[in-house]
């Protein structure tokens, strides 16, 4: 069978990891079981779930490895020491089990890197939270994972309602035998040396199919790169510092309806209405409320129209910035006069 490598952009997040900057991602759900038919969630049925579920995501059994030397990117190959339990781990929070309690919990698990040596993911049942609620937090390697395949990721595992739909049984897993590290080294070396002509080939036959979509994707690439030099030196801010391992977890509460109304007043989705909420608040903890030290600099000698208002809106990155498919959301500073 032949091997699958991570993506350019997948590996970088492994190659980027450094132990004070940790690449995964994590997701907490809170789970209100009153409507089951006895009222209770337990550990023992979140395990069950996934284990009767595992073939609907195939990578949760599969680990990095990586190509001697480095001459290639990395390839996923199948775990066929795969233990569920490593994989799912049972929490409980101290009493009352309120959501500073939670916090903690989750702020803990975050600071600490995934087992590379196994599939990158984690699945924490945390017990103990108040009303007699149960939490799971997915903890993920963003090499593994993006936005969409979060999303398919949640749809196979999780269920709408109380009552889940009959499944037929999980087919028997045979894990792929993996490739040797020679393996992985002769077929890297060969690539090396094949891909510049193949490369060159491929090139020369989009332009000769299609010189003007050639052109537009040459455009489009320097394009976005003159888009991100426009942009110049990043500014100043007090949240640019050094960090440790260590993270901190918090939840802010706001009606879904809020978002929504502005959504559709504004335009855009919903996200974009989150994004640009979060990024005005990273904005006005730093003190500079996105406009920067310009800005401040502007407004002390008065350049300013003293009534002016700052409103922050979301902008799409994406097409401007070469980068379709990204799904990248910017903020754009509109000062009113």
Same mark, same amino acid.
């Given at each position: 069978m032949a091997t699958e490598r991570l993506t350019a952009l997948d590996a970088s997040f492994l190659y980027l990891?450094?132990?004070?900057?940790?690449?995964?991602?994590?997701? !907490?759900?809170? %789970?209100?079981?009153?409507?089951?038919?006895?009222?209770?969630?337990? %550990?023992?049925d979140v395990e069950q779930v996934f284990a009767s579920r595992l073939h609907l995501a195939p990578r949760l059994r599969q680990k990095v490895k990586m190509v001697p030397f480095g001459l290639a990117l990395p390839v996923w190959v199948d775990d066929a020491s795969f233990d569920l339990d490593f994989h799912i781990r049972r929490a409980a929070l101290p009493h009352p089990g309120g959501r500073v309690e939670l916090g903690e919990q989750v702020q803990r698990i975050l600071s600490r890197p995934l087992d590379r040596s $196994?599939?990158?993911?984690?699945?924490?049942? +945390?017990?103990?939270?108040?009303?007699?609620? !149960?939490?799971?937090?997915? $903890?993920?390697?963003?090499?593994? +994972?993006?936005g969409l395949s979060g999303m398919h990721l949640t749809a196979a595992?999780?269920?709408l309602s109380p009552e889940p739909p009959e499944q037929p049984p999980p087919p028997a897993w045979e894990p792929e035998p993996e490739p040797s590290s020679q393996d992985l080294l002769r077929e890297a070396t060969e690539t090396l040396f094949a891909h510049p002509v193949q490369a060159l080939m491929n090139g020369m036959d989009a332009v000769r199919r299609s010189p003007a979509v050639a052109a537009l994707d040459v455009g489009t690439v320097l394009s976005g790169f003159r888009s991100i030099l426009d942009m110049g030196a990043r500014p100043a801010s007090?949240?640019?510092?050094? +960090?440790?391992?260590?993270?901190? %977890?918090?939840?802010a509460d706001a009606p879904l309806q809020r978002f929504k109304d502005i959504k559709d007043t504004l335009g855009g989705t919903v996200n974009d209405v989150v994004l640009t909420v979060v990024g005005g608040g990273f904005g006005a903890a730093s003190g500079e409320l996105v406009l920067g030290p310009a800005?401040?600099?502007?407004?002390?000698?008065? +350049?300013?129209?003293?009534?002016?208002? !700052?409103?922050?809106?979301?902008?799409?990155?994406?097409?401007?910035?070469?980068l379709v498919g990204a799904g990248l959301v910017g903020f754009e500073a509109l000062v009113e006069h």
């Amino acid at each position: 069978m032949a091997t699958e490598r991570l993506t350019a952009l997948d590996a970088s997040f492994l190659y980027l990891e450094r132990p004070a900057m940790h690449m995964h991602v994590a997701g !907490l759900s809170v %789970f209100d079981p009153s409507t089951r038919p006895d009222g209770r969630l337990r %550990f023992e049925d979140v395990e069950q779930v996934f284990a009767s579920r595992l073939h609907l995501a195939p990578r949760l059994r599969q680990k990095v490895k990586m190509v001697p030397f480095g001459l290639a990117l990395p390839v996923w190959v199948d775990d066929a020491s795969f233990d569920l339990d490593f994989h799912i781990r049972r929490a409980a929070l101290p009493h009352p089990g309120g959501r500073v309690e939670l916090g903690e919990q989750v702020q803990r698990i975050l600071s600490r890197p995934l087992d590379r040596s $196994k599939p990158l993911w984690e699945l924490y049942v +945390i017990e103990g939270l108040e009303g007699g609620h !149960l939490a799971t937090l997915m $903890k993920v390697h963003h090499a593994m +994972i993006d936005g969409l395949s979060g999303m398919h990721l949640t749809a196979a595992l999780f269920d709408l309602s109380p009552e889940p739909p009959e499944q037929p049984p999980p087919p028997a897993w045979e894990p792929e035998p993996e490739p040797s590290s020679q393996d992985l080294l002769r077929e890297a070396t060969e690539t090396l040396f094949a891909h510049p002509v193949q490369a060159l080939m491929n090139g020369m036959d989009a332009v000769r199919r299609s010189p003007a979509v050639a052109a537009l994707d040459v455009g489009t690439v320097l394009s976005g790169f003159r888009s991100i030099l426009d942009m110049g030196a990043r500014p100043a801010s007090p949240l640019d510092v050094q +960090i440790g391992p260590n993270r901190r %977890f918090a939840v802010a509460d706001a009606p879904l309806q809020r978002f929504k109304d502005i959504k559709d007043t504004l335009g855009g989705t919903v996200n974009d209405v989150v994004l640009t909420v979060v990024g005005g608040g990273f904005g006005a903890a730093s003190g500079e409320l996105v406009l920067g030290p310009a800005r401040e600099a502007a407004r002390r000698e008065a +350049i300013a129209p003293a009534d002016e208002t !700052l409103r922050v809106v979301p902008a799409e990155l994406g097409a401007e910035a070469g980068l379709v498919g990204a799904g990248l959301v910017g903020f754009e500073a509109l000062v009113e006069h």
